[in-house]
């Protein structure tokens, strides 16, 4: 009789522990709560303070000759593979997309980029990871969102913004500004 019980109390005591990691493996554990580009908060960024930031690490950008883009070279072996930044911007002078890519040829590497980002981020919302490759999505409550593409050679990490901070008109009519329009 002694044993029918230790028996039952073992087997109640497993699968409450299996239910228990089932319930915890379907939580989104999520370590930061906001997209960080660079170690800045990517919500809301100015261009000026992450040229700034940028500009600590050595990194310092090239001529795009696009209004609303600026480019960066990451180094010859980059960061984690990744060579290039290409940061968008809107006339506010707010981020609302960085895009950050090279040729990743290491597995390794490209295992690495994926495992870090979900250590930071902790699991995707959207998409497939399997070993630190894959096509995840983490999305944030700020309406920022990180993309990585690292299935392939060609790896991209992109910073979304869906609603960057914009300046509100003065209500003043610039008549200077206006006259050296063409």
Same mark, same amino acid.
């Given at each position: 009789m002694m044993k029918k019980i230790l028996l039952t109390c073992v087997l109640l005591f497993l699968a409450t522990n299996t239910a228990l990691v089932k319930a915890e493996g379907s939580r989104k554990p999520q370590i930061v709560t906001r997209a960080e580009l660079f170690g800045l908060p990517f919500n809301d960024l100015s261009l000026q303070t992450l040229e700034k930031r940028l500009a600590t690490m050595d990194i310092h950008s090239y001529p795009s000759y696009k209004d609303g883009v600026a480019n960066y070279s990451l180094g010859r072996s980059g960061m984690l593979g990744l060579t290039d930044a290409k940061v968008y911007y809107n006339r506010s002078g707010y981020v609302w997309q960085a895009l950050m890519f090279g040729v990743v040829e290491s597995k390794e590497k490209r295992q690495y980029l994926g495992n870090l980002l979900q250590r930071k981020y902790g699991l995707p919302d959207e998409g497939f990871m399997n070993s630190g490759i894959g096509r995840p999505v983490w999305s944030f409550e700020d309406g920022s969102s990180i993309h990585l593409h690292n299935t392939a050679? #060609?790896?991209?990490?992109?910073?979304? #913004?869906?609603? @960057?901070?914009?300046?509100? @008109?003065?209500?003043?009519?610039?008549?200077?500004?206006?006259s050296h329009r063409k």
């Open positions: 050679y #060609n790896v991209s990490v992109v910073y979304i #913004n869906e609603s @960057p901070k914009n300046r509100q @008109p003065s209500g003043r009519i610039d008549v200077e500004a206006l």
